[in-house]
Nanobody, 115 residues
């Protein structure tokens, strides 16, 4: 059974940093692209960053230069380092993988950027 568990969210002031983590189980982690999405209250779920099986990365324009996605194929984790956080980054952040054609999501971790 595929399971994704996010952690690391919290309250941070504008300009601050947070590091989110996603721990996977139930899949051969190293073979799959890992995605981070976010969803603000009342908004849609948007793709923030992706990291492919070979380590290639992609970012939404809104986070380029501020967020960094990484993966650890030994610990089966992905991290999202978020710097220079802005109030607009406030959202629930979700880890996602597509496995055998089906999407799998974690339960999310809440990030609040506020003074």
């Amino acid at each position: 059974q595929v399971r994704l568990v996010e952690s690391g969210g919290g309250l941070v002031q504008p300009g601050g940093s947070l590091r989110l983590s996603c721990t996977a189980s139930g899949i051969n982690f190293r073979l799959f692209t890992i995605n981070w999405y976010r969803q603000a209250t009342g908004g849609q779920r948007d793709l923030v960053a992706s990291i492919g099986s070979s380590g290639q990365t992609d970012y939404a324009d809104s986070v380029k230069g501020r967020f960094t996605i990484t993966r650890d194929n030994v610990r089966w984790t992905s991290s999202l380092q978020m710097n220079s956080l802005e109030p607009e980054d406030t959202a629930a952040y979700y880890c996602h993988v597509r496995y055998r054609g089906a999407p799998y999501w974690g339960r999310g971790t809440q990030v609040i950027v506020s003074s």
